[in-house]
């Protein structure tokens, strides 16, 4: 008879592993979820489709041209990081090694090298969430369009496409430019969030709603 102790142990072993982060449009954390069907997706740091949320459903969007017979694949990390630092990531929480495209050529380790030195010890979006909590705070929005315009490129590099973690840069700007009245920047900046988002989100979605009525009120 298998122990309470042990019982509990395998089920957060088994949320640990199979368990997703919900977040909202800017990345904030929400809650954990687990979704069983969602789960049996593999990894590739070469992903063909990404899991949002809407409320607490799960949906499942392909960023690449599939035809029927491909596997369908999600990253489970963070792809900011370079081959080495991935797969440890992977070994530790997720116990394998990834053998993708990316990982057996490394195309993109020396750029993403090069932005770890940049972001130091950081997450991705706590830097940008640290920048506008300075501007909140300290009233400093020029440092924070400073910062996210330093990242905007190499992310853009680094993320493969309809990530959202450079539409969440897109979307933060936008409001920074807004709020200082760099009213055609910020139109721009938004517009570009909106792109990636309709793809990752769909275009009915919640957030694009609102994200289309922000800008209809600055035109």
């Known amino acids: 008879m298998i122990s309470l102790a042990l019982q509990m142990s395998m089920t957060i072993s088994n949320v640990n592993c199979n368990g997703f982060t919900v977040e909202d449009e800017e990345l904030s954390h929400m809650g954990s979820a687990v979704y069983p069907d969602v789960a049996l997706i593999n990894h590739s740091c070469c992903p063909n489709v990404i899991v949002t949320y809407n409320g607490n459903i799960a949906e499942v969007r392909a960023v690449q041209k599939m035809v029927p017979g ?10 900011l990081y370079p081959t080495a630092d991935r797969n440890e990531r992977l070994r530790d929480a997720y116990y394998f090694t990834c053998d993708c495209k990316e990982c057996k050529n490394k195309s993109k380790d020396k750029i993403k090298l090069k932005v770890r030195k940049f972001k130091k010890t950081c997450e991705p979006e706590e830097i940008i969430n640290m920048a506008m909590g300075v501007c909140l705070y300290m009233g400093d929005w020029e ?6 315009e330093k990242v905007l490129k ?25 709020g200082l009245e760099r009213k055609s ?21 919640q957030y694009i709603v609102e994200l289309r009525k922000e800008i209809g009120m600055q035109t």
Request: hydrophobic share 40%; glycine share 8%; aromatic share 12%.
């Open 70 to 79: 491909d596997e369908v694949l999600t990253s489970y990390i963070d792809l």
């Open 143 to 148: 440092g924070a369009i400073s910062y996210g």
């Open 154 to 178: 190499p992310y853009s590099v680094i993320y493969p496409p309809y990530s959202m973690n450079v539409a969440s840069i897109y979307q933060k700007l936008g409001r920074l430019y807004l």
């Open 185 to 205: 920047q910020g139109i721009t900046a938004l517009k570009k969030a909106m792109a990636i988002m309709e793809v990752a989100h769909g275009k009915d979605h």
